[in-house]
C-alpha cells in the first residue's frame, strides 16, 4: 500500500514538474518576444522605452509564433512611408506588427494605389482611421468592396473619397453582400443615383444595414420632418434621422421650444436643413442663447437662416462675429457688415473680403482671426 502512495506522489511530483517546465519556458519566452519588439520599437521607429512598452503590450496577447515585425516595416518603409509616419500607424493600429505582409497588407496597399490613394498623407490617415479593420481584414476582402463601387458606375475618384472619409466603414463591411438589397430598396422607392452617391460619401454605413431598417428610416422621414421623397431635402433627412432616435429628436426640438420658437418656425427650419437636428443638445443651446439672447436675431430669422446653426459656433460664426464688430468702427467699409453673409463665405473668400484688405490699416483686424484661427487649431 505505502509502495503504491509512492508511486502516487512520485507521478504528482513528475505532472507538476513538467507544468511549471512547460510554464516556465512560456513565460521565458513571451518575455524574450516583448523584449525583441520593445527593442525594435525603440532602435527602429525611435519609441521611447514608455511607448514600446505600451504599444508591446496591446499586441502581448495576440502575437502568432512566427511574426516578424521587422517585415512589417520594411514594407511600410518600402511603400513610401518614413519614420514619423510608420510610428504613427503603429501606434494607432499595434496589431499592424503582427501582419503577414504578403497576405494582409500587400494586397491592401496594391489596391489603394489602382484608386490613386497612394500618398503617404492619405495612406497614414487611412490606416490610423481604419483601426484593426485594416490588419485583419484579408486583401481580397478590399479587392471586392473596391468592383462593387465601381458597379455602382463609381469612378476610382469617387471610390478613393469614399476611402478617405470612411476607412472603417470600407474595411470592416463585405460592401457586395450588405449593399445590394439597400440599393435595391432606395431605387424602388425612387431614390436617384445622384442620392444614393451622397449617402454613400456621407456615410456609407447607411446601406450597410438590414433593408427593413432602412425602409424603417426613409418612413420616419415622412412622418417627423413632413417631406416628400421627391424634395431636395428628403435625403438630408434620410442621413439625419440615421443616428437620431425618436426620443433625441423629440429632445431637440423641445431645445428650441424652449427659447421660444413656434412650431411654425420649427416646421420651416427641420424642412430646410433637417441637418441641424444632428447637432448635439449643448451645440444646439450655446448658438441659440449667442445668435438669439446675445445677438438678438428672431427665431423667423433663424429658421430661414439654417446655416447660423449648422456652422460651428466657435469655430466660424464667434471669430467672423468679432471681426466685423471690429471692422464696424470704421466708417465707410468696403464690405457688407451682415453676419449672415459673413458667415457663409468660404475660408478663403473670408480672408479675400474681410481681413486681408485691412491688414495694413487695421492690423487687429488681422491679429485677432488669425489668433482664433491658431486656438482653434490646437
Known amino acids: 500500500m505505502s509502495g503504491f502512495l509512492n508511486n502516487g506522489v512520485k507521478h504528482l511530483l513528475h505532472v507538476y514538474r513538467f507544468r511549471f517546465h512547460v510554464f516556465y519556458s512560456t513565460a521565458a519566452a513571451a518575455t524574450s518576444q516583448t523584449e525583441f519588439l520593445v527593442e525594435t520599437l525603440v532602435n527602429s521607429l525611435g519609441f521611447s522605452q514608455r511607448e514600446a512598452l505600451s504599444t508591446s503590450a496591446k499586441v502581448s496577447r495576440l502575437r502568432p509564433r512566427n511574426y516578424n515585425p521587422n517585415s512589417v516595416l520594411n514594407f511600410l518603409e518600402h511603400v513610401g512611408l518614413d519614420k514619423t509616419h510608420i510610428k504613427k500607424v503603429v501606434s494607432s493600429v499595434p496589431t499592424l506588427l503582427l501582419c503577414d505582409v504578403d497576405k ?5 496597399i496594391e489596391t489603394l494605389k489602382e484608386v490613386g490613394l497612394c500618398g503617404s498623407e492619405d495612406l497614414v490617415k487611412i490606416i490610423k482611421n481604419s483601426g484593426c479593420y485594416f490588419s485583419t481584414r484579408v486583401g481580397c476582402a478590399i479587392r471586392q468592396n473596391v468592383d462593387y463601387l465601381h458597379t455602382l458606375l463609381f469612378n476610382d475618384d469617387f471610390v478613393a473619397k469614399i476611402i478617405k472619409r470612411h476607412p472603417n466603414v470600407f474595411f470592416s463591411y463585405a460592401f457586395h453582400e450588405v449593399m445590394p438589397p439597400n440599393i435595391s430598396l432606395l431605387q424602388n422607392l425612387g431614390f436617384s443615383s445622384v442620392d444614393i452617391e451622397k449617402l454613400m460619401l456621407w456615410n456609407p454605413r447607411i446601406l450597410t444595414q438590414k433593408a427593413e431598417r432602412l425602409k424603417d428610416l426613409v418612413d420616419r422621414v415622412e412622418k417627423t420632418f413632413f417631406l416628400s421623397r421627391d424634395c431636395n ?12 432616435d425618436e426620443l433625441t429628436v423629440k429632445k431637440r426640438l423641445e431645445i428650441f421650444r424652449s427659447f421660444g420658437w413656434s412650431d411654425s418656425d420649427i416646421f420651416t427650419l427641420v424642412q430646410t ?10 451645440k444646439i443651446k450655446n448658438a441659440l442663447n449667442f445668435l438669439m439672447k446675445e445677438l ?3 427665431s423667423h430669422y433663424l429658421a430661414s437662416h439654417p446655416t447660423f446653426l449648422t456652422c460651428s459656433l466657435e469655430k466660424r460664426v464667434l471669430p467672423r462675429h468679432n471681426v466685423l464688430k471690429l471692422l464696424s468702427q470704421k466708417e465707410p467699409t468696403k464690405c457688407s457688415l451682415n453676419l449672415y453673409t459673413a458667415v457663409i463665405c468660404s475660408e478663403s473668400k473670408f480672408l479675400e473680403r474681410y481681413v486681408l484688405p485691412f491688414k495694413d490699416e487695421m492690423p487687429e483686424v488681422y491679429d485677432l482671426y488669425i489668433k482664433s484661427r491658431m486656438s482653434i487649431g490646437r
Do not use: D, N, Q, R
Open 296 to 298: 438678438g436675431y428672431e
Open 273 to 282: 436643413c433637417p441637418l441641424c437636428l444632428t447637432k448635439s443638445e449643448a
Open 233 to 244: 431635402m428628403f435625403i438630408h433627412g434620410v442621413y439625419a434621422l440615421a443616428w437620431l
Open 104 to 108: 494582409y497588407l500587400k494586397p491592401k
